[in-house]
T-cell receptor
Framework: EDQVTQSPEALRLQEGESSSLNCSYT??????LFWYRQDPGKGPEFLFT???AGEEKEKERLKATLTKKESFLHITAPKPEDSATYLC?????????FGAGTILRVKS | GAVVSQHPSRVICKSGTSVKIECRSL??????MFWYRQFPKQSLMLMAT?????????EQGVEKDKFLINHASLTLSTLTVTSAHPEDSSFYIC???????????FGQGTRLTVV
């Protein structure tokens, strides 16, 4: 069964305290691994797409990496405005299978 | 980046009435649009996939007669919740992709409350 699991469910960080979010997947025929950010009451905002193991992408304080079984979203020196729910999704065919998300809270 | 606009952002309706939600890709032509439902503190659940000019493909367990999807053009898809009941209250979100296999861009979501 195609499945995406994210951990931890929730993460509290102090401002400047770097950490990583994990996304493990079991999807046959993966065509891409996608990361999104979702703020309360809003639709997900696209962050990154990773297509092959070993690929890395960066945007400001975020860096996403991909292996054959999991993806990591590294957050370096986070700020309070990075607080949000981070969703990963595995693509197969023309669909996305979403994980449950990691709720990140960054305190100043 | 690509922009997807969804309207309305909030709607309250009486039980038994129908509600239409619009999803538009503003700066690109979307080959495929998707409709999701999201419950509080849960992830997105895919309801259906629609391609312009063809019938929508519904996920297992989604009632196609209750959730009518029309994809009239490459930039517009609509979801109509027919004969809405309180259990249909939820956050509905659409997304669109330029081509198969590429990233999907999401609308702002619609909070539906049925009273």
């Amino acid at each position: 069964e195609d499945q995406v699991t994210q951990s931890p469910e929730a993460l509290r960080l102090q401002e400047g305290e770097s950490s990583s979010l994990n996304c493990s997947y079991t999807v046959s025929g993966l065509r891409g691994l996608f990361w999104y950010r979702q703020d309360p009451g809003k639709g997900p905002e696209f962050l990154f797409t990773l297509y092959s193991a070993g690929e890395e992408k960066e945007k400001e304080r975020l860096k996403a990496t991909l292996t054959k079984k999991e993806s990591f979203l590294h957050i370096t020196a986070p700020k309070p405005e990075d607080s949000a729910t981070y969703l990963c999704a595995a693509g197969y065919g023309n669909k996305l299978v979403f994980g449950a998300g990691t709720i990140l809270r960054v305190k100043s | 980046g690509a922009v997807v606009s969804q309207h309305p952002s909030r709607v309250i309706c009486k039980s038994g009435t129908s509600v239409k939600i619009e999803c538009r890709s503003l700066d690109f032509q979307a080959t495929t649009m998707f409709w999701y439902r999201q419950f509080p503190k849960q992830s997105l659940m895919l309801m259906a996939t629609s391609n312009e000019g063809s019938k929508a493909t519904y996920e297992q367990g989604v009632e196609k007669d209750k959730f009518l999807i029309n994809h009239a053009s490459l930039t517009l898809s609509t979801l109509t919740v027919t004969s809405a009941h309180p259990e249909d209250s939820s956050f509905y979100i659409c997304s669109a992709t330029r081509t198969v296999g590429t990233e999907a861009f999401f609308g702002q979501g619609t909070r539906l409350t049925v009273v």
